[in-house]
């Protein structure tokens, strides 16, 4: 049975801003069993479109999932797992924690130092561009979310500052394909959880610097800078009602434009891989090329009074945790995250996770990197379940969904 | 990492006190001090010697003192560098520590490491000639010339690195909170 807190897909119909669009093309939105069909798969779907997809997924076993019922608590028991809902007790053995990576926006300590004067939102609350106050906007974080309102706001006219840390640079396609076209066919969107020299990073890092347009149009910080975005480093503190900033916004430019830089070069290795130097799969006249350095003018400004009237509000693009509150089973760490190898949370058996960063490859966040982790996940479950099948309380397993994708 | 490959860090040392630290954060709370005293006019010397870390007291195997003072052009007997020379010296010696870790770390060997670093400061500030110039530098440019068995890239993304990891341009480069008291 799979239990759904609000609809089936809620986050997006109830989490997203309005001219989200997703970051991978259509094609790339494939279920099992449910490929992309329309029209257009080169475009990118709105989030009212993934609703839809989604829908479609859920429909032939729509009797297993119970909508509108909220976890409040999963507990340990000594034969499984006792799950409290918002509409009743469930009794299983096992549980999979579906509710994803992306349940509260998150935002440093200072934002509480920020003066009220400047109203602050996160892409929860923030809708578009037209529900801001007048003035200047302060939008913080440089990952996909950040960029993406970025310029959103810039367009509607108003001026905006960008506080830049470390981010993911890639331009939107390469060498005349998609770029996660390549992250896909190349096989470093295979790359598995237990491969990687630093596991730990690669679940950390920052969604990429990507926009689902029809232009194909690249959104990284040059593209910024040219509409007249201004780029200053992280914030680091608030002191005395200012808005202190980094001065190393050069070098996380630096670091991204290395990185990404590699990442082409990956996929140029791989295109020309075989014996008449190109990839049948990959036959196009585009050569191997590199994106202008990220430019930075100038001497980006270090501090902004927060008082002047300046900036009237922030957008807090730095990032989502998952929300465990309902989950009373002690496998967090200590930054509140779930313990667990390749989605098996090995503290506590029964217990499985699935749609987290890498959870066993980089492609796990994913529309099309579910199937593979799902089956590996569920392989393991399903073994646990034969492993001790006694006496069966029904139902033997519960997923505990957020819809997330 | 290559057998070859040595810049004389200790890498393995330094991982493995990475690992160990990660279930100990407490243990990797260091304390730095330095003791200065005033000697005469704008020259003093400050004494480093001590310091706290690994849950106890440490030291250094010997005491060292540093002199700062004030150049001719400051009407000074410049018996030692200037104090803001210091934050200079620190950073070029955090970078340049960081370029070697990171080489080893990703078995490059190097063969010379040199930097230049240039602290850019409108002395009116300290002059109190005009409020609106900071006191400290305006900015810092550090030019890094490396020899080593790497392409540029890889070089450069060395000097990346070492940014990232280098305390001292943490420090210059993003505020800190900083309390004065008379004891």
Known sequence: MVLERGQVANSWRHERWDSLRLLTPNWQCRLPGADY????????????????????FAAPALARVRTGTNVTSVRRTDDGYRVITSRGEIRCRAVVLASGACNRPTMPGFADAVPPSVEQLTPFSYRDPSR????????????????????EVRRSGRPVIMSVGEHVRLPRTYRGRDVLWWMNASGVWDQRYDELDDLTRARRLPSPQLVGTSERATLDLNALSAMGVELVGRWAAVRDGRALFSGGLRNVCSLADLKMNR???????????????????????????RLAPTQVRGSPRLQIDLSSGEIRSIVWATGFR????????????????????????????????????????RKSTFILGIEDDAREVIEHLARFLAAGSRASIEPSAAAISATSA | MSATVDNGVNVDALLEA????????????????????????????????????????QNHKAERDFEADHPETFAAPDEGITPIEYLLV??????????????????????SVESTVEGHHDI???????????????????????????????????????????AVFDALSNPTEVSVEVA
């Open chain 2, 18 to 57: 990475r690992g160990v630290l990660e279930g100990a954060p407490e243990a990797a709370q260091f304390t730095w001090r330095a003791s200065s005293k005033w000697q005469n006019g704008v020259h003093s010397t400050t004494t480093v010697q001590n310091y706290f870390g690994l849950g106890e007291e």
């Open chain 1, 263 to 289: 990442l082409l070069g990956v996929f140029d290795e791989w295109a020309a891989a075989d014996e008449s130097g190109a990839r049948e799969e990959f036959d196009s006249p585009d050569r191997p090329e």
């Open chain 1, 37 to 56: 069909e329309g029209p257009d798969p080169d475009g990118y779907m709105t989030a009212a479109e993934v609703v839809e997809v989604i829908e479609r």
């Open chain 1, 322 to 361: 998952p929300d465990y509150r309902w989950l009373e089973v002690p496998v967090l760490d200590a930054k509140g995250l779930l313990r667990h190898d390749g989605g098996v949370v090995v503290d506590s058996p029964g217990l499985y996770a699935l749609g987290l960063p890498v959870l066993r490859r």
């Open chain 1, 132 to 151: 801001l106050p007048d003035g200047g906007v302060l939008v913080v974080g440089a990952s996909a979310t950040g960029v993406q309102l970025a310029a």
């Open chain 2, 124 to 166: 009116r500030g300290i002059l109190g000639v005009d409020s609106d110039v900071r006191n400290g530098f305006n900015d810092i440019k550090v030019t890094f010339t490396i020899d080593a068995d790497a392409s540029k890239e890889d070089i450069e993304a060395l000097v990346a690195q070492s940014q990232k990891r280098s």
């Open chain 2, 90 to 111: 620190g950073l070029a010696s955090c970078l340049t520590a960081g370029v070697a870790s990171v080489a080893q770390n990703r078995g490059i060997q190097l063969r």
